[in-house]
Each structure stands twice: as structure tokens, then as C-alpha cells.
């Protein structure tokens, strides 16, 4: 009698190794939210700018912690994106589905997923 041993099975590769973007709203809100966070956080100059022009900011200590608490999550979904692109058979894609995610964040994985199941 045979025995049968279990395997891991490799996705099949997705035709095209497709990558796909976000929403365009999800990038013309995303990235100039993030902008000017890094902004206000890095500079002094431009905090003091912004809140010039009126702009009513938390403390700077905030918008920093806030800034960097983002670049970490952020990297922590690339990693993630680009684990799932390889085991849904993207794994040409998978380097520029981690990137996009670095910069857009979770509008990118929600592509990601929308991509793998189709």
C-alpha cells in the first residue's frame, strides 16, 4: 500500500503577473495626506507655515510620532503584500505590489486581494 504524503502546493502563476492600482480618489487623498504630514513632522519650517496660514495642527511632538508610527505600519503591510502577492502567484509583481503598498498603504492591499481573486 502506497502511502500518500501531503504536499505544499505552489499557486499556479496568475496570468500576466498583474499588478493593479488603487482607486485614483484613494491616491489624490492618500498621498497629499501623507505629504504634508511628513512635511509638518520633518520641518519646522513647514509646521510653522501651516500654521500660519491657520491650519489647526496637533503638537509637533504628535505629528512626528504620527508621521513615524505610519512609515513603520506601512512597512510592516509591504512586507505583508509582498508574502501574500508570492503565494497568490504574483510573485513577478510582488516587489512593486510592496512598494505601492509602502506608499498608499491598505488601498493597495485591498487591490492586492481584489487582484489574487480574480
Avoid: N, Y
Avoid at 48 to 69: H, M, T, Y
Wanted: proline residues 7%; contains cysteine; hydrophobic residues 55%.
Amino acid at each position: 500500500m502506497a502511502s500518500t504524503t501531503p504536499t505544499a502546493s505552489v499557486p499556479e502563476p496568475i496570468a500576466a503577473d498583474t499588478f493593479a492600482r488603487p482607486h485614483w480618489l484613494w491616491l489624490a487623498t492618500v498621498q497629499p495626506a501623507l505629504a504634508l504630514l511628513g512635511a509638518c513632522a520633518l520641518s519646522g519650517r513647514a509646521d510653522a507655515a501651516l500654521r500660519d496660514a491657520g491650519l489647526p495642527l496637533p503638537g509637533r511632538r504628535v505629528l512626528q510620532a504620527a508621521f513615524w508610527g505610519t512609515v513603520v505600519v506601512h512597512a510592516g503591510e509591504a512586507v505583508a503584500a509582498h508574502r501574500w502577492a508570492g503565494r497568490a502567484g504574483l510573485s513577478r509583481s510582488a516587489g512593486r505590489w510592496a512598494a505601492q503598498t509602502f506608499f498608499m498603504g491598505f488601498p493597495s492591499l485591498l487591490a492586492l486581494r481584489r487582484t489574487a481573486r480574480a
